[in-house]
């Protein structure tokens, strides 16, 4: 081997080193949005999904960790789904009802009760999409 291709060689080589670390923690964009339906029979997590459905339940707020205002959503082919909203990072659903509807857009997580949809908010690191609630006109983020 000539020395140009061994200092060839080993350039490719630290740039490697240096760019391997980095891609390990490189999360690919998200590509599509799921149903919430698709994701529940593929039992997914970690996919987002948009979709609606009316208030069925209103559910006391999460306050360990990162606050949560949440309630159950039966969407309109009987699945229901557990919305947990930070309400750290995005407004709360002031006088939000039973029977009302919500528009959504979160990240979803499976289980045998129809799943948990959070990230129902901006990312405030701008690392990844953020979710959104819409309910009575308004967009919550």
């Given amino acids: 081997m000539t020395r140009r291709r061994i200092g060839s060689v080993v350039i490719a080589l630290l740039l490697a080193a240096l760019l391997v670390p980095t891609l ?19 039992q997914r997590e ?4 948009e ?5 069925q339940r209103l559910l006391p707020d999460d306050d360990e960790g990162s606050r949560h ?3 159950i959503l039966a969407l309109g082919d009987g699945q ?5 909203h930070n309400i750290d ?3 709360r659903l ?19 009760r129809g799943g948990v949809v959070h990230w129902t908010h901006r990312d405030p690191r ?3 999409p953020g979710g959104w609630l819409e309910w009575s006109g308004r967009r919550y983020r």
């Avoid at 970690?46 to 999904?49: D, K, N, Q, R």
């Avoid at 002031?94 to 045998?112: C, H, P, Q």
């Fill in 24 to 42: 390990a923690h490189w999360q690919a964009p998200v590509s599509s949005t799921m149903t919430p339906r698709a994701a529940f029979q593929a």
């Fill in 69 to 71: 205002q949440r309630f």
């Fill in 46 to 49: 970690a996919v987002w999904v």
């Fill in 94 to 112: 002031d006088g939000l009802a039973r029977g009302d509807s919500v528009r959504f857009r979160g990240e979803y997580v499976w289980n045998a």
């Fill in 80 to 84: 229901t789904l557990l919305i947990a």
């Fill in 89 to 91: 990072l995005a407004p």
């Fill in 126 to 128: 701008g690392e990844r």
């Fill in 51 to 55: 979709g609606e459905g009316r208030v």
